[in-house]
């Protein structure tokens, strides 16, 4: 298995509600990612969790709560997002050490839209 | 950010050579990334370079210099699906054991017949 997997594809919220966002991957990396990519934009980096701990958070707000209940899974919980939080969201893995030549490997994302 | 500049469009005819170029400024550098990135899809890794020199996969091949903070991603024999958004991304290591991947803004390339 060499894929990340993300569900659900596409979600759609009112600004009071809570969602999660869930990504799995069973190829043995250590570190997981989240990324949020807005339309003609790259990818921005929000979130990096090491060995199940949180590593970095690029100063997200506190309406994007990360989680990483096991090795293989990552998820985002969202709570009273804004219009301008849609976009595409992107969860990426990786072996996570200084050697990897290999980059991420990237899900296929969830597309957000906040109404 | 990391400085990282690439083109912002570019277009190409079926059968052709394309080459796009990445600049980057980065104090923890290693590795440098290109990724492929069709309409509202995830970015699929296409080669990555961290010294100096021509990295050849098939159709793609990718260079490296840095000293000049530079790349470019060449791609030969263009196909209608090569048409998408190619971006550049650059490792940044400085101040962690782990890899941030900072991506440039990517470089629409239009293939035409």
């Known amino acids: 298995d060499t894929e990340v997997t993300q569900t659900p594809k596409h979600l759609v919220m009112g600004m009071t509600n809570k969602k999660s966002l869930k990504c799995e991957q069973h190829?043995?990396?250590?570190?997981m990612y989240w990324y949020k990519q807005k339309a003609k934009k790259p990818p921005e980096l929000m979130f990096v969790?090491?060995?199940?701990?949180?590593?970095i958070n690029e100063s997200v707000p506190s309406r994007f709560s990360p989680e990483c209940p096991n090795s293989s899974l990552l998820n985002l919980h969202l709570h009273a997002l804004q219009p301008e939080d849609s976009a595409l969201y992107l969860c990426?893995?990786?072996?996570?050490?200084?050697?990897?030549?290999?980059?991420?490997?990237f899900g296929s994302g969830t597309r957000l839209t906040v109404v | 950010g990391q400085n990282i500049d690439q083109p912002t469009e570019m277009t190409a005819t079926e059968g052709a050579i394309v080459q796009i170029n990445c600049t980057y400024q980065?104090?923890?550098?290693?590795?440098l990334f290109w990724y492929q990135q069709h309409a509202g899809e995830a970015p699929t890794f296409l080669s990555y370079?961290?010294?100096?020199g021509l990295e050849e996969k098939g159709r793609f091949s990718s260079f490296l210099s840095r000293s000049k903070g530079y790349s470019y991603l060449l791609l030969k024999e263009l196909q209608m699906k090569d048409s998408a958004s190619y971006l550049c991304?650059?490792?940044?290591?400085?101040?962690?054991?782990?890899?941030?991947?900072?991506f440039g803004r990517g470089t629409q390339l239009t293939v035409w017949p």
């Open positions: 969790y090491s060995y199940e701990k949180l590593s």
């Open positions: 370079n961290v010294l100096d």
């Open positions: 991304a650059v490792r940044d290591d400085r101040g962690s054991t782990l890899g941030r991947l900072y």
């Open positions: 980065t104090s923890g550098f290693n590795g």
């Open positions: 190829m043995g990396h250590r570190a």
């Open positions: 990426a893995s990786s072996q996570g050490d200084r050697a990897s030549g290999y980059g991420y490997t």
